[in-house]
């Protein structure tokens, strides 16, 4: 019999009057909700779920949504009948809608003032939950972000390899003060903020397939909430990208920066522009050279490949995180430039912005 499911609604609204609540339901309420999103990783998700159960936060004090976005793998019935301490509670949708569905899903029907979103390939360390908490308990419009970092012994593929150096970098220069977390580090992998500013910014923009973390971020900007880097909130990151999904995800984030350009985050293309100038002389000028011809930017990437294997083997992981890097950049770059409508758009762009340039 063809299974039929009524279609869910992923947008967010505040509710249009307060809800009455019961000084009994508020005193057994859970601080927070993890609202955890899941597609087919299982196995994953079940190291994480059972993970929670070894919080030093009390059980009664947090709950766990699963979102099941279109699963065909029995993660939900897997879910049903984990033995946990806490209360575990499983949503399913189909067909699959995608990150930022989902996460509105769970947030919808969290039963906690504090949202704690987490990755299903996110492990997290025993005081994660408290250390979120702490940091709300001191400002109730607070934003906290904690890292996303590889287990000890995990073996890393060597494009998110280059990915973890790169964390490990801003996570090292936000606790050093070197400067403050901003919406772009907003990573839902590891991060909470309270429901009612989620309802009051409108939600996750379900258009959004990448980096819709990151554009809701910006408008808890807007609506003057504050950002917090915590690094004992650790989560360990078990990481397992295919090359194909890691080349894919420059291509999307390159989508998504445009389509937050043309909505009025203008930010986003200029910092863009701006870093372009930071890059080092021998990838700025294979960008020149390739940017704009897709067959171009295809022979390079192709090279760098073969090159990044080959520095590989030699175990030079610096040089071969260079070459990784690289790749990154040309693919995102080539994107940026086609969503803009062609290369005069987008050199025109980091021109602008050339230093020394007036504005």
Known sequence: ????????????????????????????????????????????????????????????????????????????????????????????????????????????????????????????????????????????????????LAPPGFRLNPWTHWEEAILRKQYADMAAGKWEPTPRQFYTGNASVRREHILAAGGFDAHFRRAEDVELAYRFRDHQLHFYFTPAAIGWHHALRSLHAWLNISTAYGQADVAMYRSGRLMTLQSMAKEFHWRQRPLQRLARASIGHPRRVNLAVSGLLALARLIGWLRQPKAANAAYSAIFNLRYWQSVSEQLGGATAFWALVQQYQPGTAR
């Open 1 to 148: 019999m063809e299974r039929r499911t009524t279609p869910v609604d992923t947008t967010i609204t505040p509710h249009p009057e307060p809800i009455e609540e019961t000084a009994a339901a508020a005193a057994t309420a859970p601080m927070v909700s993890l609202v955890i999103p899941t597609h087919n990783r299982q196995e994953s998700l079940r190291m994480v779920l059972e993970a929670l159960t070894r919080q030093t936060t009390p059980a009664s004090d947090y709950e766990a949504l699963v979102i099941c976005d279109g699963c065909t793998d029995g993660t939900a019935e897997m879910c049903r009948t984990l033995p946990v301490t806490y209360r575990l509670r499983v949503l399913e949708q189909t067909p699959n809608q995608g990150p930022a569905a989902a996460r509105n899903r769970g947030v919808r029907e969290a039963a906690a003032p504090l949202i704690l979103f987490i990755d299903d390939d996110v492990v997290p360390e025993p005081t994660l939950i408290a250390e979120h908490l702490r940091l709300h308990a001191q400002d109730e419009r607070a934003v906290v972000i904690g890292p996303l």
